[in-house]
């Protein structure tokens, strides 16, 4: 799409627009298509990497962008440390990945999206000022009847401080020993959903599977509508305000179907703000700390 809008005479600018259009958040940043233009005009368009020194090219590839995509998506607090043992790419690897393909940046130990147009800050601004009016700022009795999750990664490692792994001793004891677990040697994906009354269901995502709308739909949503319509035994699902991020399994045809079908409420959520989501500033940070 981008060599089309090249050889029919748009500039890289309407070419990114069009792809907004078209893809919307999955689309490529005006950047890259700055830079495919630009190869374009050099007679050069081979997708391929050109040879280099250094590292082998194919640390750079399709595969890796999307498996860094899916690390970041699953937890976006990820270091560049965790991401290079996962994958096994360098860090200068990785930093091209984010930066130049993925466009993201780091604030607040959270990816997000580079740049923010001043559209999206105003839907922002909207969105949190209609919450709080709705809601009448958390006093309303409507506050508890939301519900919000999201999926993250946990790894698997001992959370426990070394001044926690203190213990009584005599001076002829051996020295007790603590072994230092990879952070890496295991994770697990899970998601969460929790309302103004408490946790209400945590879905671990089983061995082998992937978090997409049918697994959203089929597998975690049904056990998590259980759940509330066991702990609201009167109301049910009636009256549910249902808040999640723009993930794309959480927008999918099917989900909005689903939600639908059951009658509840979908509480929209702005374009490139995941970090509105409670999970994101709330319950995540704080389970692992």
């Not at 999307?66 to 440390?81: K, L, W």
């Not at 697994?215 to 109301?235: D, G, H, K």
């Amino acid at each position: 799409m981008i060599l089309y809008d090249w050889k029919i005479g748009l500039t890289y600018k309407d070419s990114h627009a069009r792809l907004v259009q078209a893809w919307g958040e999955q689309a490529p940043s005006d950047h890259t298509v700055f830079n495919w233009f630009r190869e374009f005009q050099r007679n050069k368009f081979s997708v391929q990497d050109a040879p280099r020194s250094g590292r082998p090219s194919t640390s750079v590839t399709q595969q890796t962008i999307d498996a860094v995509r899916t690390i970041i998506e699953g937890d976006p607090h990820s270091t560049y440390q965790q991401i290079e043992t996962i994958l096994g790419i360098s860090s200068t690897a990785i930093n091209s990945i984010i930066h130049d393909y993925l466009n993201l940046r780091k604030v607040c130990a959270r990816w997000v999206p580079h740049t923010l147009t001043d559209d999206q800050k105003q839907l922002r601004v909207q969105f949190c000022g209609h919450s709080l009016k709705r809601f009448e700022e958390g006093q309303s009795r409507r506050v508890f009847d939301i519900i919000t999750g999201d999926e993250a990664w946990f790894y698997h490692y001992d959370p426990e401080l070394k001044e926690q792994s203190k213990v009584w001793m005599s001076t002829t004891d051996p020295h007790p020993t603590k072994v230092h677990r990879n952070k890496s040697a295991g994770k697990r994906m899970v998601a969460i959903f929790f309302m103004k009354s408490g946790l209400i269901k945590s879905v671990p995502l089983e061995t082998g599977a992937t978090v997409n709308a049918n697994w959203y739909v089929n597998t975690c949503l049904p056990q998590v509508f259980t759940a509330v319509s066991e702990r609201r035994e009167t109301r049910g699902l009636r009256g549910l305000i249902f808040h999640d991020d723009n993930a794309r399994p959480h927008r999918a045809w099917i989900t909005n179907e689903f939600l639908l079908e059951n009658h509840v409420e979908q509480h929209p959520n702005p374009p490139y703000s995941p970090d509105l989501s409670p999970c994101d500033f709330f319950l995540f940070p704080k389970l692992k700390k």
